[in-house]
């Protein structure tokens, strides 16, 4: 849910990267702050487990929508992909806006995805909510392995719903669609926020995150 600071006048959105351990959650999220011009994020923070990361930061765009005087500044996660964080999981999703399902293209990785996919569904269930009702983008990571199963067979097994959802090949240790993902999903929580409290949001057109160097 989002944050309203009247003093800083600003809106604070949570979102949150999921999906299998070693997916590529905690790259995505190293190289979006890499990019970010240090003045407009906070540091990376990380909070290891014994075997895998939470990481977490905020930023402030560049470009940053306008919703009635405020500006709109962002929180991204990652969860631990590990079955025994599950607990982590649970507790990072509180008050979630929007997700990225970061899905392992790679043939061997298919039944964690399926189960990671599934355990999102559970948690949010847990706060009563559905997925259907979050804003979401899917990742298809890592394609520039050799074993990677082809996207139509990852839209089979992942993105089959009733509402299907906006998708991305991304190969996260170069960068590549990892804003665009970003940018796609902070763009459906913006506009999901403004039609839900009957505000006009601008300007909606203008990229959300913008790499500070090329």
């Not at 999906?19 to 909070?47: F, M, Q």
């Not at 500044?73 to 008050?95: C, E, M």
């Not at 399926?114 to 847990?126: G, I, T, Y």
């Not at 906006?166 to 403004?194: D, P, R, W």
């Amino acid at each position: 849910m989002s944050i309203i600071n009247y003093a800083s006048k600003e809106i604070q959105f949570k979102i949150v990267y999921y999906g299998p351990a070693l997916c590529g959650k905690t790259t995505n999220l190293a190289y979006i702050h890499s990019r970010i011009n240090p003045e407009n994020r906070g540091d990376l923070v990380s909070l290891a487990t014994a075997a895998d990361r939470t990481l977490f930061f905020d930023f402030l765009p560049l470009n940053a929508v306008v919703i009635k005087g405020f500006k709109t500044k962002f929180q991204l996660y990652t969860v631990p992909g590990q079955v025994i964080y599950n607990a982590t999981r649970q507790l990072v999703l509180r008050s979630v806006d929007g997700i990225v399902f970061v899905a392992d293209s790679q043939w061997e990785k298919m039944e964690e995805n399926v189960e990671s996919f599934r355990n999102l569904e559970e948690n949010l269930a847990k706060q009563n909510i559905s997925l259907d009702d979050i804003p979401c983008v899917l990742q298809y990571n890592k394609r520039d392995l050799p074993n990677v199963a082809p996207v139509n067979y990852l839209e089979f097994l992942l993105n089959n719903r009733k509402r299907r959802v906006q998708t991305y090949e991304v190969i996260s240790s170069t960068g590549k669609n990892v804003f665009a993902a970003l940018n796609a999903v902070a763009q459906l929580l913006l506009h999901k926020f403004s039609r839900d409290n009957d505000l006009a949001a601008r300007p909606q057109t203008q990229p959300v995150a913008v790499p500070s160097r090329p």
